[in-house]
């Protein structure tokens, strides 16, 4: 475990960053709290992308600060934010998955990556995260053979294989049908129950967000417009957060 344990889990302060000469983020300011459920909504090109790049330590920013578990990582070199990976789960969009590996040998990359556990307590592991994820029975087939919802589970089990203290989800219900999107999320929510995990889920799918997010937060053209509760999304009378929760349907109110 690193970092500190009282106070956010992430803070954003102030984040400025380019593509080139292009700015896509404008001084974004945010704040994770420990355990809870973070979930960053916007539209294609708000930014959405870019600022979970930067939290993950991929991007470096123009300016500002982004403390991750107690740690300012745009300060950090390599060798510490690589020390510091071993503390966070990644689900990326569409699972990920490398095609030449098993599941199993998927789900244990991180633990080869980052521990130096034997082959036989590496696979006791992956099974106990698969198990987890309702795919017990799987591990030696390959991505292949999987459908849609099953990579993104196999995804799922991969990000929690070392005890993440937070877990980050890009676009988890991509490309799903609703039952099993709505699969997928009441995984994200009974992951976070049981493993008390601190979650940032990215997504444009508004049912997906109000249905597991503690908090969301609204990107709009690269600034925060919006960081409030489900409750409080659904009775803002800001008028681009209404339209986008309505789909851009003047006057909907499905969503809200």
């Given at each position: 475990m690193?970092?500190d344990?009282?106070?956010?889990?992430?803070?954003?302060?102030?984040?400025v960053?380019?593509?080139g000469?292009?700015?896509?983020?404008?001084?974004?300011?945010?704040?994770?709290q420990?355990g809870?459920?973070m979930?960053?909504?916007g539209g294609?090109?708000?930014g959405?992308?870019?600022?979970?790049r930067?939290?993950?330590?991929?991007?470096?920013?123009?300016s500002?600060?982004?403390?991750l578990?107690?740690?300012?990582?745009?300060?950090?070199?390599?060798?510490e934010?690589f020390a510091?990976?071993?503390?966070?789960?990644?689900?990326?969009?569409?699972?990920?998955?490398?095609?030449?590996m098993?599941v199993?040998?998927?789900?244990?990359?991180?633990?080869?990556?980052?521990?130096?556990?034997?082959r036989?307590?590496?696979?006791?592991?992956s099974r106990?995260?698969?198990?987890?994820?309702?795919?017990?029975g799987?591990?030696?087939?390959?991505?292949?053979e999987?459908?849609?919802?099953?990579?993104k589970?196999?995804?799922?089990a991969?990000?929690?294989s070392?005890?993440?203290q937070?877990?980050?989800?890009?676009?988890?219900?991509?490309?799903?049908?609703?039952?099993?999107?709505?699969?997928?999320?009441?995984?994200?929510?009974?992951?976070?129950?049981?493993?008390r995990?601190?979650s940032?889920v990215?997504?444009?799918d508004?049912?997906?967000?109000?249905?597991?997010?503690?908090?969301?937060?609204?990107?709009?053209e690269?600034?925060?417009?919006f960081?409030g509760?489900?409750?409080?999304?659904r009775?803002?009378?800001?008028p681009?957060?209404?339209h986008?929760?309505?789909g851009?349907?003047?006057?909907?109110?499905?969503a809200l």
């Amino acid at each position: 475990m690193s970092g500190d344990t009282a106070g956010p889990a992430i803070e954003v302060e102030n984040l400025v960053a380019h593509y080139g000469s292009r700015e896509v983020l404008h001084g974004v300011n945010l704040q994770v709290q420990r355990g809870e459920i973070m979930v960053i909504m916007g539209g294609s090109g708000s930014g959405k992308s870019t600022l979970l790049r930067h939290l993950l330590g991929l991007n470096r920013p123009t300016s500002g600060c982004i403390r991750l578990l107690g740690q300012d990582i745009t300060r950090l070199s390599a060798r510490e934010m690589f020390a510091l990976r071993r503390n966070i789960g990644v689900s990326f969009q569409g699972g990920a998955l490398f095609g030449s590996m098993t599941v199993r040998e998927n789900v244990e990359l991180p633990l080869r990556e980052h521990t130096t556990l034997d082959r036989k307590t590496m696979q006791i592991i992956s099974r106990i995260k698969l198990e987890v994820v309702n795919l017990a029975g799987f591990e030696d087939l390959m991505p292949a053979e999987l459908s849609g919802g099953m990579k993104k589970r196999v995804a799922l089990a991969r990000s929690i294989s070392m005890d993440p203290q937070c877990i980050l989800y890009d676009e988890p219900t991509t490309g799903l049908d609703p039952v099993t999107a709505r699969t997928i999320n009441e995984m994200i929510r009974s992951l976070q129950a049981r493993l008390r995990v601190t979650s940032v889920v990215v997504t444009h799918d508004i049912d997906s967000a109000f249905f597991v997010g503690d908090r969301l937060g609204y990107l709009y053209e690269g600034r925060m417009d919006f960081v409030g509760t489900v409750e409080e999304a659904r009775a803002s009378r800001d008028p681009r957060l209404r339209h986008f929760l309505s789909g851009g349907r003047e006057g909907s109110s499905a969503a809200l």
